[in-house]
């Protein structure tokens, strides 16, 4: 798994925004569609700590004792296959996590216990909340194996990034080439603004900075 310290400092900077933009400048998914923040204000980022969940059958199973495999600073991502009629996530979870100094949560799925994450200052996201429990509904499947979410490739170590914007996945190899167009994009944004502030039209600032070619693919492909 990628250092978890070194990839939250090398995303500390970066908003889900630009790294969208710079992936798609490269043509690699990774945007997580319909995932959203709990709450407004939290951030995150790390290397990612893979979870897969699925429906209960007569042998049983449990739903979150893999918690205690997951390092600090990772940020662990529930696949539950979407599902928004029973949680995957609560509150002994939250505060557990929160403990231990994991990073946060991304649930490709359903949460609940709010009032406790909040309390707690521990960041997730997920597609919903939802009070019912997902005990004797579904099960821990796997762990630390790929997934796919949204159409996106997501294996055990790719780095994550989250904000208020939602949630971004960026292969573990790709991270300091996708990170170093975000950045560029950055400085572009900001040039940008500042010619506005000198005077610019808008048009005229975008066209001087080359705002409208940003996410044009840069990997030579058509």
Known sequence: MTDPTAASN???????????????????????????????????????????????????????DFLDDVPAGAVILIDNAGRTDCTVWGG????????RGIAGTVIHGTCRDVAVAT???????????????????????ASQTPVTI????????????????????????????????????DRVEEAIVEAVRGGATLAQARARHGYHSLQTRKDGLS
């Open 10 to 64: 090398l995303a500390a900077d970066l908003s889900t925004a630009s790294v969208s933009d710079a992936l798609d400048s490269l043509a690699l998914p990774g945007s997580l569609h319909g995932i959203g923040a709990l709450r407004q204000g939290q951030r995150t980022a790390g290397p990612i700590f893979t979870v897969t969940y699925e429906p209960v059958d007569e042998a049983g199973g449990t739903v979150g």
């Open 119 to 141: 309390a707690a200052g521990y960041p997730i996201w997920s597609v919903a909340r939802f009070m019912r429990t997902g005990k004797d509904r579904v099960r821990v499947a």
């Open 92 to 99: 002994i979870m939250s505060q557990t996590a929160h403990e």
């Open 150 to 185: 949204d159409g996106v490739l997501i294996h055990p170590g790719d780095i994550l990034v989250a904000d208020d914007d939602g949630a971004v996945v960026v292969p573990a190899g790709r991270w300091e080439e996708v990170a170093n167009i975000a950045r560029r994009i």
